[in-house]
């Protein structure tokens, strides 16, 4: 076939897509494809979006949040976060000295959240009938000016857990500041959460600061118990919270 040909064939027509039929798509679901593993009696489901943990069950009992083909991550479940974790406030952080400015994601707040690849589809790189390795790439943009690669790894060990393994390797020519994250949501099977106690030991943990490049993390709802703004800042101090029913600590 002729490359005029060819080229011909493919320029672009308006016109309105209709729904295709799974068996005419490889990507029936919104998350697109579905790595399902297992080993024993644990199972787990990672898609192609965001490396996302959809689903992980132990002997039938599920311990995690799921959703259903047609939708996307609810409220960021199970979605990995690269190159940062969390929030950038007005997407604004500081690169030797120079301010860089990220596309705002969390409108609401003004923020940027979630890193970069929320709305990536990751390559399958290896896979096993226990084991699942996917990798995407930040390509240099408007606020991180660096390309980067995030490689996730799933694997269910000899006792049936899950591990999960994030690395990032950059490919730019001078060091990228990066935080890795993850965002599951845990459930303990069908037992109802007013029949659960829930105990932390006391600890001084908080945000952590910026540092050289000013990209901080933050801890997640028990930062808003110890008294930070609900923009939850990276490097905001964290205030004590006094004894109440909203204080799940107990004395080490």
Same mark, same amino acid.
């Given at each position: ?16 897509? *209709? ?12 998350? *697109? ?36 083909? =047609? ?23 500081? %690169? =030797? ?18 890193? %970069? ?82 105990? %932390? ?50 004395? =080490?």
């Amino acid at each position: 076939m002729a490359l005029g040909h060819m080229i011909k064939e493919s320029q672009p027509r308006s016109g309105i897509l *209709g729904t295709p039929s799974a068996a005419a798509t490889r990507r029936a679901s919104a998350t *697109g494809r579905q790595y399902r593993i297992s080993r024993g009696g644990s199972t787990a489901v990672v898609t192609e979006l965001a490396a996302t943990l959809r689903s992980f069950e132990v002997d039938g009992v599920r311990l995690s949040e799921t959703f259903a083909d =047609d939708e996307v991550p609810p409220y960021a479940a199970g979605i990995t976060l690269a190159p940062w974790a969390n929030r950038i406030e007005d997407g604004r952080w500081t %690169l =030797d000295g120079t301010v860089q400015q990220l596309d705002i994601t969390e409108p609401s707040l003004n923020n940027a959240i979630h890193g %970069l690849l929320r709305h990536t589809g990751y390559e399958l790189l290896d896979t096993a009938e226990d084991r699942v390795v996917l990798e995407a790439a930040v390509f240099p943009q408007q606020g991180y000016p660096f390309l980067v690669r995030h490689r996730v790894e799933y694997t269910i060990d000899d006792d049936g857990g899950l591990r999960v393994r994030q690395s990032l390797t950059n490919d730019s020519s001078r060091p990228a500041p990066f935080v890795l994250g993850a965002h599951p949501y845990l459930r303990p099977g069908d037992v109802e959460t007013g029949e659960l106690t829930l105990t %932390l030991a006391e600890t001084a943990a908080g945000p952590r600061a910026g540092g050289r490049y000013g990209m901080g993390n933050r801890s997640d709802a028990l930062t808003r118990r110890r008294g930070i703004s609900a923009r939850a800042p990276p490097g905001a101090q964290p205030a004590h919270v006094e004894p109440s029913p909203l204080a799940f600590r107990r004395p =080490d």
